[in-house]
């Protein structure tokens, strides 16, 4: 099983990301996916989950209308675009996908949003 993230970096404050979740090992169009972030000194938190056909979605308040997770069960993939960037949107965002007792973490991408 594997889940590599890619997109990360440094972006400026109110600026975009696109962050990609690209899954293996594992029949991805059973699972529910999601993003989870952990920024230095404070516990990991949810980000946004979808359900495995792609038909809901749900957000941490502190990221709805500005974060969209997306995913496409064809290329095996989950996305998350982040637009209008915070300073306190930084951190370590991982991928995690979960069906049942079954529960996988990639392995992180750093985000950093700073001038």
């Known amino acids: 099983v594997q889940l590599v993230e890619s997109g990360g970096g440094l972006v400026q404050p109110g600026g975009s990301l696109r962050l990609s979740c690209a899954a293996s090992?594992?029949?991805?169009?059973?699972?529910?996916m999601s993003w989870y972030r952990q920024a230095p000194g404070k516990e990991r938190e949810l980000v946004a989950t979808?359900?495995?056909?792609?038909?809901?979605?749900n957000y941490a308040d502190s990221v709805k209308g500005r974060f969209t997770i997306s995913r496409d069960n064809a290329k095996n993939t989950v996305y998350l675009q982040m637009n209008s960037l915070k300073p306190e949107d930084t951190a370590v965002y991982y991928c995690?996908?979960?069906?049942?007792?079954?529960?996988?973490w990639g392995q992180g991408t750093q985000v950093t949003v700073s001038s």
């Open positions: 979808i359900t495995s056909a792609g038909g809901r979605t």
């Open positions: 995690n996908a979960r069906l049942a007792v079954r529960n996988y």
């Open positions: 090992g594992f029949t991805f169009s059973s699972y529910f």
